[in-house]
């Protein structure tokens, strides 16, 4: 039995604490407010940080997948560009590749049959090999053969180039640098 | 202190501790999701290189096609020629079978240093005299034999009679390396000879 009168309100009672000021009342439930906010955003943060590691490694995979396809394509260059090195090459060479046998048989043909062709060179140019330098010359002949000579040449393709003729009695000396004429 | 501020001061302290806990957990989702959208952006980066690589390479092979095509068309006859010997025997086979008479021969190897895809020259001097309509025909034949061969010279004189005439003929014929790799291109950061 208590030892104060129940009906007593006046007398301060000691065995009780006394009552919490009214600006800590609010912290349970603040605690309980900070509780749910930090589960949800908490809950959210988990997922988005499950999603985002997802996209990450889904990104990555992307990644090397281009990378490795273009890989591959930059091998395919590299044969490519090797190819087209050893094709230029090539080329370059065969341009100088013309074949003289026709100008030889096309000069001799250009002449009439009382005309001696006393010396025919052809001279491909070390430098420019596309360039023919021709010297013909001809003994009992008049310079309508070397008109002749010059436009069945150039049915062949091959344009005169600073042609120069010299005439000594029956001998004509021609001269003249052949170059081959794309169509 | 009472017992009812102790508990206010505890719940207090677990309020500050679930408030920190909800930030790491944010700040750990915000890096996360930075990360993986830097992964995107250089997956986009990779996508678009990717797609200028295909567009290069489908032009290149486009652009490159008449030349390797060109290519491809002469191998066989560079694989017919790959050694000195080879020229030699081909030449000669050729005056063999036409019965040419040959005055004098000479092969001799030249290093070609312009490109290394034709490490090698082979120059044939050949001195022929015969007929007229028979040599012409030979030269002719050769040409068409050795397609790759590049006659530097052609020097056709009167022979000993009316019929036959004297033939002076250097040939150059290359030996062709179809797995010559491209040469490196030099450093442009070469340095300059000071002043």
């Given at each position: 039995m208590s030892q104060y009168l129940c009906h007593d309100f006046k007398t301060p009672r000691t065995d009780m604490s006394r009552r919490l000021p009214g600006s800590m009342r609010v912290v349970p439930i603040f605690f309980y407010a900070v509780a749910l906010a930090t589960a949800f955003f908490v809950f959210n943060d988990m997922r988005a940080l499950q999603q985002a590691e997802q996209d990450r490694l889904a990104a990555i995979a992307r990644k090397d997948e281009y990378i490795a396809a273009k890989t591959t394509l930059d091998s395919e260059k590299t044969t490519i560009d090797a190819e087209l090195f050893r094709a230029e090459a090539v080329a370059k060479w065969v341009e100088g590749t013309r074949v003289l046998q026709p100008i030889t048989v096309a000069i001799a043909r250009a002449v009439p049959l009382e005309t001696n062709i006393t010396e025919l060179?052809?001279?491909?140019?070390?430098?420019?090999p596309?360039?023919?330098?021709?010297?013909v010359r001809l003994n009992n002949s008049t310079l309508a053969e070397v008109a002749k000579i010059e436009s069945s040449v150039n049915r062949l393709h091959y344009r005169s180039f600073s042609p120069s003729q010299a005439k000594q009695g029956d001998l004509i000396e021609f001269r003249s640098m052949l170059v081959w004429q794309e169509h | 202190m009472n017992g009812k501020k102790l508990a206010c001061v505890v719940l207090m302290i677990f309020i500050g501790i679930a408030t920190y806990a909800g930030q790491i957990v944010h700040q750990k989702a915000a890096a996360k999701r930075t990360e993986a959208e830097t992964a995107e952006s250089d997956a986009n980066a990779a996508k678009s290189e990717l797609e200028i690589a295909e567009t290069?390479?489908?032009?290149?092979?486009?652009?490159?096609?008449?030349?390797?095509?060109?290519l491809t068309a002469w191998t066989p006859h560079i694989d017919r020629?790959?050694?000195?010997?080879?020229?030699?025997?081909?030449?000669?086979?050729?005056?063999?079978n036409a019965s040419m008479l040959i005055l004098s021969q000479k092969f001799e190897v030249r290093d070609n240093r312009s490109t290394p895809v034709i490490p090698k020259i082979v120059r044939a001097s050949l001195v022929l005299e015969?007929?007229?309509?028979k040599t012409l025909n030979w030269v002719g034949e050769l040409e068409r034999r050795l397609p790759l061969a590049r006659m530097m010279n052609c020097r056709i004189t009167g022979g000993e009679n009316g019929r036959q005439v004297h033939a002076e003929i250097t040939l150059e014929i290359p030996l062709i390396n179809l797995l010559a790799e491209m040469p490196v291109v030099a450093s442009a950061t070469t340095k300059k000879p000071s002043a």
């Open positions: 060179n052809l001279e491909r140019s070390a430098d420019l596309a360039q023919v330098s021709m010297l | 290069r390479t489908t032009k290149l092979r486009y652009d490159s096609d008449e030349l390797r095509r060109f020629v790959q050694t000195q010997s080879e020229v030699e025997e081909s030449i000669l086979a050729s005056l063999r015969d007929d007229y309509a």
